[in-house]
């Protein structure tokens, strides 16, 4: 089997926890935003990058452009959770995964049924009035055009880490913690240049695996490369 030495490791780790990043959604439908065809997009709706277009300073000067950008190109429910999801969301019924830890904000990893999802960047599922704080769903972002707001006027705002903004301190800290006690973890659909992957990278001593299309700059440290479709990789673990 192409990927035993993978199943291998999984079995044989007591304890492993998944990290993933833009690329476990690309097989699902969803545009990478960071990608040469997302900032081609960006560049030339917007004239600007979607670094800038989901920046915080941006979106408290433009919120209705933000929130343009934002409904066209991150709010995106009609997707499907690939081999990868529902691969992992088994590991974890089986007792063989602790937890997922994503850059997503997809909710894709629910949706497959992980239940222990750490959303570093936060959800499009949670959004909230800066003002008063009250919780809203996606719907009211969804089912709105131009600035979406609260019964007490406030801007409802997704619960989604912008650019400029620092990543929840709780769901980074858990995450932190399931990598500190993790003997293997899975790197998946991610290059690791986007903060704050690397530096969980660097608390976790363990065995490494990385499956990621492209070579990363961290090929060299992991234990396991893997240079494949991450939906295929998990597709062949049999689990
Ligand atoms: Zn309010």
């Given at each position: 089997m192409k990927n035993g030495k993978l199943a291998e490791l999984i079995e044989k780790s007591p304890r492993t926890v998944f990290f993933g990043g833009a690329g476990v959604s690309t097989e699902s439908g969803i545009p990478d935003f960071r990608s040469e065809n997302g900032l081609f997009k960006a560049l030339e709706k917007y004239g600007k990058s979607p670094e800038i277009l989901l920046s915080r300073s941006f979106f408290d000067a433009h919120p209705e452009v933000f929130f343009d950008y934002y409904r066209e190109n991150l709010l995106i429910t009609d997707v499907e959770p690939n081999s990868a999801h529902l691969a992992l969301a088994r590991l974890e019924e089986k007792g063989k995964l602790s937890a997922v830890i994503t850059q997503n904000i997809d909710g894709l990893h629910q949706k497959a049924g992980?239940?222990?999802?750490?959303e570093l960047h936060g959800s499009i599922y949670r959004n909230y009035c800066m003002k008063c704080g009250r919780h809203y769903g996606i719907e009211k972002i969804k089912e709105t055009t131009g600035i979406p707001r609260c019964e007490c006027g406030g801007i409802i705002r997704p619960d989604v880490v912008l650019y400029e903004e620092i990543p929840p301190e709780d769901t980074f800290d858990q995450a932190l913690d399931e990598v500190r006690n993790a003997s293997l973890m899975i790197v998946g659909?991610?290059?690791?240049?986007?903060?704050p992957a690397a530096n969980l990278l660097q608390y976790f001593r363990g065995t490494v695996v990385l499956i990621n299309l492209s070579p990363t700059y961290y090929d060299s440290i992991a234990d396991l490369v893997i240079h494949e479709p991450i939906g295929k990789v998990f597709s062949e673990l049999d689990v």
């Open positions: 992980s239940s222990r999802v750490l659909g991610t290059s690791l240049v986007v903060y």
